[in-house]
């Protein structure tokens, strides 16, 4: 299990406070996808996707912490029950718009992720994969925070 | 960038052939979320939720294409365009429905994962974070093929 950095996501946010907690209160954040020129033919037909999943490696996470205070609650949960970098492994997952390709380039929007953060994987999001049955959001489903952006909750120090 | 197996998940598919291809297509299917003992307490307040994203690591992919001919289409495209796990990181997400939480084990169906694959992260699926706009799905949208369970073609030999 030895990971590759395949490129490098270019973002207007340069530490976490202020960033925007996830795609969907990211509207207005535009990105560049860098994809290192040898992977850059992996990229064929991804142009026709409105949306596309981003993998990559929260490299300005603070340790792992299996009991968190997430941005959306005031009470402690399990990690694995939150969308925190804090993790065992600080992998973080992010559908944003594509906007369009240029060569090695994805031009994005809705982006919500740290500048120069190291890319791992490019995925399509296909709704018939993705958009799947679920009622319960657990606590989500009754969190009492507004809060959109992150803190320094989970930056290294 | 050290990637740390935290369980193992459990299931009835010992090989490629006849594993659905995606959670959309593998409705019958159960499993167990083997998560080791030192992470349990990063379970707490999971159950609340009817979903969650495993992300795992595809131990048996074979190695890495730019271009392949997926499941969905007799054509070939870009790797990032599809979600073949013979990828640069064989990281594979897959969106569960859960159905139990005991102590570190997570019962589950709609699992469409290989038996003993190494488990990476377990989040919480929100539809408010994970049911995005998107209208086009590029070349999934007019995919040929009906085609629901994986063959061979993607595993190592």
Chains 1, 2 share one sequence.
């Not at 603070?62 to 065992?88: M, N, W």
């Not at 240029?102 to 994005?108: A, T």
């Not at 009754?142 to 930056?155: K, L, N, P, T, W």
């Amino acid at each position: 299990m030895n990971l590759k950095t395949i490129g490098i996501i270019h973002s207007p946010f340069r530490q976490a406070e202020g960033t925007p907690i996830q795609p969907a209160y990211a509207g207005g954040s535009e990105g560049r996808i860098e994809v290192f020129p040898e992977y850059a033919p992996g990229l064929k037909d991804l142009e026709g996707f409105d949306r596309v999943w981003l993998l990559f490696w929260c490299d300005r996470a603070a340790a792992c912490q299996l009991i968190v205070t997430p941005y959306k609650d005031t009470e402690p949960h399990g990690v694995f029950s939150t969308r925190a970098p804090s993790r065992p492994n600080a992998i973080g997952m992010s559908a944003v718009r594509l906007q369009r390709v240029e060569g090695n380039i994805l031009h994005v929007t809705e982006l919500d992720v740290l500048d120069n953060t190291p890319l791992l994987d490019i995925k399509p999001y296909v709704p018939a994969f993705d958009h799947l049955a679920a009622e319960r959001a657990g606590w989500l489903g009754a969190a009492i925070s507004q809060r959109s952006v992150a803190d320094g909750r989970f930056e290294r120090e």
